[in-house]
């Protein structure tokens, strides 16, 4: 009975996935940020940037939102640089503030189911960028 109460006291306090760090990947051109916003995202995105400087889009992917403040910035931090966004999943509150405010916002006029797969090229290949 304790270790039923022990495990289930270590199950609630585990905080969920989507609590997580907005993690950040470059693929090529590509800047793909996906999860929950912080608050540490300006920074972070900067610093990408700065050493990946052939980044002409960025993908928002699979974001609940989260520190409206840090998806403010980040968005202001895309148009400054003249980037483009495009969304893969779904990008709520604070990630749409990213997103749309980049200079260019690109969005998928047509997504096959098949092509929701993990590998966002496939989606960024149909919307043709």
Known sequence: MRQTIAVLIV???????ESLAMELKVVGNQLIL??????DEPGKVKEALANSPEIDIVILRNSSGG??????????????????????GHCYSSCSRCFSAAALVTLPMIIRPKTLTSASTDI?????I
Request: no cysteine; hydrophobic share 40%.
């Open 67 to 88: 520190d409206a403040p840090a998806g403010y910035q980040t968005g202001e931090l895309l148009r400054e640089r003249g980037l483009r966004t495009a969304v893969s």
């Open 124 to 128: 960024i290949t149909l919307m043709g």
């Open 11 to 17: 199950l609630v306090a585990l905080p969920p996935k």
């Open 34 to 39: 996906s999860g929950r916003v912080v608050g």
